[in-house]
């Protein structure tokens, strides 16, 4: 697990207009290579908003970010979505398939954003499939799978372009607990083949036990307690 930090944020704060508080205030954090690192707190408390951050999906107001030893955070909107595409990968709790694309198709459009081959792209689409478990829902759309079976497709998808960063924003929320649980089994899996590191965002203490550590936020700050579980220390 031990390695260089592929996430070091310093300071970040993030201010939205009419509010009168920041969303975040001060955040400072490193996450290792090859971690699995859970962001816990109450609703209002910012995790989805340092999440976007470290996804790159937005900016702080003030702070910096490094990824992978790379300054982001004062990139524009255009080059966040290049280190997107190439460096990370997303995992919701609504799913966020495309609703008239089959599985196939889902899985295989970060491959073709990329630029990879039609036919390059659907055999490493394919593959991942039959990874999470779903070969034989190829064809099939995301109105004609479960809950379980719509997540199983976005972890697909998340994974196609080789990550270096995965993160995930309640990815059982959605989910009741045998499914969620097998799930995080399956991201668990992922992980360790893959040597990915792994942010979650995460309510629930069942999901963080699958986690390396636990970093708390409460009205936009890290509080203390840190925890690390202890299969993992």
Not at 69 to 74: A, E, F, L, N, Y
């Amino acid at each position: 697990m031990s390695g260089f930090p592929i996430v070091d944020a310093g300071g970040i704060c993030k201010e939205f207009p009419n509010m009168s508080a920041p969303v975040l205030d001060g955040v400072s954090l490193t996450v290792d290579s090859g971690e699995i690192v859970a962001l816990r707190g109450p609703s209002g408390s910012g995790k989805s908003t340092l999440l976007n951050i470290l996804g790159c999906l937005d900016g702080p107001t003030y702070g910096t970010y490094r990824l992978g030893g790379r300054d982001v955070s004062t990139l524009t909107p255009r080059e966040r979505a290049w280190v997107r595409l190439h460096y990370i990968g997303f995992v919701f709790q609504s799913f966020h398939l495309i609703p008239d694309h089959t599985v196939l198709e889902n899985v295989t459009l970060p491959l073709y954003y990329m630029g990879v081959g039609r036919q390059e792209r659907e055999a490493r689409a394919i593959e991942l499939i039959d990874r999470v478990g779903l070969s034989h829902r190829l064809k099939h759309r995301p109105a004609q799978l479960s809950g379980g079976e719509r997540q199983r497709v976005a972890i697909a998808r998340s994974i196609a372009g080789e990550p270096r960063l995965l993160l995930a924003d309640e990815p059982t929320g959605a989910l009741d607990t045998r499914t969620g649980n097998e799930v995080m089994s399956l991201l668990k899996e992922i992980h360790e083949a893959r040597s990915l590191t792994l942010i979650i965002v995460t309510h629930d203490p069942e999901v963080a036990a699958f986690c390396h550590r636990q970093i708390f936020l409460r009205d936009g700050k890290i509080v203390d307690g840190e925890y690390r579980h202890a299969a993992n220390a």
